[in-house]
């Protein structure tokens, strides 16, 4: 499986960006995808995942994004979104996708249970 991530930029506080990974090599609808961040100087942070078709497409957020960041995915194009509003300086990283498909919900943020990744995408929140 390979991941492309896309979509990162420079935002203001309060607005919004949208970030895409696309997958390729095997198909993405039984695959659990997440997103992760990490800010400099500091570790990989779980941010959003959306379960694949055995666990019901379920969602989950860390709680500093929750009512902000959604989470979707199009399996017609094997793309997982994530639609980030109302953004902080806070939310400054870089912003890596990744995918499993046996991964179980107690694993779902820890980043070492994901076997594949993106290679990141930027996003800087300017105040």
């Known amino acids: 499986v390979q991941l492309q991530a896309s979509g990162g930029g420079l935002a203001q506080a309060g607005g919004s960006l949208r970030l895409s990974c696309a997958s390729s090599?095997?198909?993405?609808?039984?695959?659990?995808m997440a997103w992760f961040r990490q800010a400099p100087g500091k570790e990989r942070e779980f941010v959003a995942a959306n379960r694949g078709s055995g666990g019901g497409y379920s969602t989950h957020y860390t709680d500093s994004v929750k009512g902000r960041f959604t989470i979707s995915r199009d399996n017609s194009k094997n793309t997982v979104f994530l639609q980030m509003n109302s953004l902080e300086p806070e939310d400054t990283a870089v912003y890596y996708c990744?995918?499993?498909?046996?991964?179980?919900?107690?694993?779902?943020?820890?980043?070492?249970?994901?076997?594949?990744w993106g290679q990141g995408t930027q996003v800087t929140v300017s105040s």
């Open positions: 990744a995918a499993d498909q046996r991964i179980i919900l107690s694993e779902i943020r820890r980043a070492s249970a994901y076997d594949y």
């Open positions: 090599g095997r198909p993405s609808s039984r695959f659990t």
